[in-house]
Nanobody, 120 residues
Framework: QVQLVESGGGLVQPGGSLRLSCAAS????????MGWYRQAPGKQRELVAT???????NYADSTKGRFTISRDDAKNTVYLHMSSLKPEDTAVYSC??????????????WGQGTQVTVSS
């Protein structure tokens, strides 16, 4: 019913920048909180940043000041601009969205993830 598709991952040198995008499609009535999470090998998935429908943002301490989350509701898309990247930012980044679907209600959906590798 709802699909989230991430793009923009890749290999970047330490100190570099990347912008991730996540587009939602399907039987969407409205989208509430959208967010990015990441999972490094051997570690649990962790919050990177979230943005509410009103635009309020929340960041993990490790990403504050380096990452910026934004959204374009006309495109049902959330972005993550990452700068000053460090090797420890290497992970699979996945987006999540709380989506209201008529006849289904409000539930969370996940994208398939995109790999970000920070290495020289």
């Amino acid at each position: 019913q709802v699909q989230l598709v991430e793009s923009g991952g890749g290999l970047v040198q330490p100190g570099g920048s990347l912008r991730l995008s996540c587009a939602a499609s399907g039987s969407i009535f409205s989208i509430y909180t959208m967010g990015w999470y990441r999972q490094a090998p051997g570690k649990q998935r962790e919050l990177v940043a979230t943005i509410s429908r009103s635009g309020s943002t929340n960041y993990a301490d490790s990403t504050k000041g380096r990452f910026t989350i934004s959204r374009d509701d006309a495109k049902n898309t959330v972005y993550l601009h990452m700068s000053s990247l460090k090797p420890e930012d290497t992970a699979v980044y996945s987006c999540n969205a709380d989506v209201y679907v008529l006849a289904v209600g409000l539930r969370g959906y996940w994208g398939q993830g995109t790999q970000v590798t920070v290495s020289s």
